[in-house]
Antibody
Framework: QLQLQESGPGLVKPSETLSLTCNVS??????????WGWIRQPPGKGLEWIGH???????YYRASLKGRVSISVDASRNHFSLNLGHVTAADTGLYFC??????????????WGPGTLVTVSS | EIVLTQSPGILSLSPGERATLSCRAS???????LAWYQHQPGRAPRLLFY???SRATGVPDRFLGSGSGTDFTLTISRLEPEDFAVYYC?????????FGGGTKVEIK
């Protein structure tokens, strides 16, 4: 059974970089040509796609975050990472990592981590 | 960019009742690219449907996904205690994922 688990600091200072890692267990991160993504949930709001990475080559990011966000894969450690720079209080929220699977010819998030809370505050 | 509007924002129902959740897209979407998720507080979100009406593995048949064009519906025929959660629709297109704002199904 594939499992994902987010890890990283729970508190980040304004203007600094938020860095999270998603550890993948139960299968190789390079198996099946899947993509790997990040989603967040601001307090009291809904889910918001951040971005995803395909095969450590192609990355796709939310338009409003471009220039601040990067996602990368470390196949040797079977994990992928999120870096979000110049954070503000608006970046506070619950951050989820997920696998981008396939269904009906489309892409969807079929496996998720439980989420990790990140607070941006001085 | 497609915008997904979910209604109602909150649905207050009792166990055993029927829940009908709406997801409206700002323009016609291919049903293949419409998915639904369930999110219970403190847990990982769970994929319910893809292709608008195809159940994901392990989803009970009291859940039904339907719709086309701009209007999509998630129906729960008889609410069980574990069904009280927040539900999101999601669209995928040109490498961009969009979520609706969510509908919270709460115990009345």
């Amino acid at each position: 059974q594939l499992q994902l688990q987010e890890s990283g600091p729970g508190l980040v200072k304004p203007s600094e970089t938020l860095s999270l890692t998603c550890n993948v267990s139960g299968d190789s991160i390079t198996a099946g040509s899947y993509s790997w993504g990040w989603i967040r949930q601001p307090p009291g709001k809904g889910l918001e796609w951040i971005g995803h990475i395909y095969y450590n080559v192609n990355t796709y990011y939310r338009a409003s975050l471009k220039g601040r966000v990067s996602i990368s894969v470390d196949a040797s450690r079977n994990h992928f990472s999120l870096n979000l720079g110049h954070v503000t209080a608006a970046d506070t929220g619950l951050y989820f990592c997920a696998r981008v699977g396939y269904g009906a010819g489309s892409r969807l998030f079929d496996y998720w981590g439980p989420g990790t809370l990140v607070t941006v505050s001085s | 960019e497609i915008v997904l509007t979910q209604s109602p924002g909150i649905l207050s129902l009792s166990p055993g009742e029927r829940a009908t959740l709406s997801c409206r897209a700002s323009q016609n979407v291919n049903i293949r690219y419409l998915a639904w998720y369930q999110h219970q507080p403190g847990r990982a979100p769970r994929l319910l449907f893809y292709g608008a009406s195809s159940r994901a593995t392990g989803v009970p048949d009291r859940f039904l996904g339907s719709g086309s064009g701009t209007d999509f519906t998630l129906t729960i025929s008889r609410l069980e205690p574990e069904d009280f959660a927040v539900y999101y629709c999601q669209h995928y297109g040109t490498s961009v994922f969009t979520f609706g704002g969510g509908t919270k199904v709460e115990i009345k």
